[in-house]
Structures are given as C-alpha cells and as structure tokens.
C-alpha cells in the first residue's frame, strides 16, 4: 500500500516550526494570501489584502475565506496588541456575515476587540471594499491560554 506522501504528492506536511518576524506580523498562511497589517495598537486594528485571481472562487467573486481569513486575522491582531509577546491565545468560534459580493479591488478589515470573563476575548471586524461599502460583518470569541494576562 502507497504511504499518503507518495498518494497526495505532498512533501512536507508538518508539523511546522513558525517564527514570526515581529510579534505583531503576519504568517506564511497570511502572506499567501497578501494580507498587510496597516496599524494594530491598543484592541484596534487595520489591515488590508488585494482581490488577486488567486482569491477567486469559481464565480469570478472573492472567496469567502479568503475573506473570512482577512477578518480573523485583523482581530487576533488587536488582540496583540493588548497581550504581552508570545502569549498563546485562539479563535474558539466565529461568524460571517456576507453583506456584498467582492469583483475587484483591495479590501479593508476594521476590527477591535473587547475583554470577557474567563479568559475570553470578543473581536469585531468590518470587511470594507475599495469604495468603502461594508461586505462582510464578522464575529468571533478567542481564548487565551491560561498564563497570559492582558494588559
């Protein structure tokens, strides 16, 4: 019988070892897709990320995880920057809420972030198109692991 590497063709499929540039910098998974992080300070942050060919969904439209990914990213970016470096957290659910279809153009993730009990975090992005029309509404809670203490 075939081992999976030789049946998918994939060479290396972890696990990876990551080191970030900076702690509020994006991941290879994230650069793939051209994410910038304009500005993320103090539970708020400002991202952006280009409508390449590459996004496309079958339709010619955006894809929406791409989108999705745009969103959580931006908000466990304005979780950075309230938590001290190296701190462990993740995203335990979410929600999209597709407003418009995306044809072209550089998108814009607004997102900011509240503080819950337990070591939750609540985060909020807006997803704005290249004429400032909303397109995405999105929510999610994080967790924190449980040495991390927010600032």
């Known amino acids: 019988m075939e081992n999976k590497k030789e049946k998918t063709g994939y060479s290396s499929t972890g696990p990876h070892k990551v080191k970030l540039e900076k702690w509020i910098s ?3 998974f994230e650069e793939l897709l051209g994410i910038k992080i304009i500005e993320a300070k103090d539970g708020y942050a400002y991202l952006t990320m280009p409508f390449t060919y590459k996004l496309a969904q079958g339709g010619g439209l955006a894809h929406g995880g791409a989108i999705v990914t745009l969103a959580d990213t931006s908000v466990a970016m304005a979780i950075k920057s309230i938590i001290p470096l190296n701190s462990r957290f993740g995203t335990i659910s979410l929600n999209s809420e597709f407003l418009a279809p995306v044809t072209k153009g550089i998108l814009t993730a607004q997102a900011k972030v509240k503080i ?3 070591r939750m975090i609540q ?7 290249e004429n400032d029309r ?4 999105f929510s999610a809670i994080f967790k924190l692991a449980k040495d991390v203490k927010i600032y």
């Open 116 to 118: 819950l009990e337990n």
């Open 26 to 28: 994006c991941a290879p």
């Open 123 to 129: 985060g909020f992005s807006t997803i704005l198109d």
């Open 134 to 137: 909303e397109v995405m509404k």
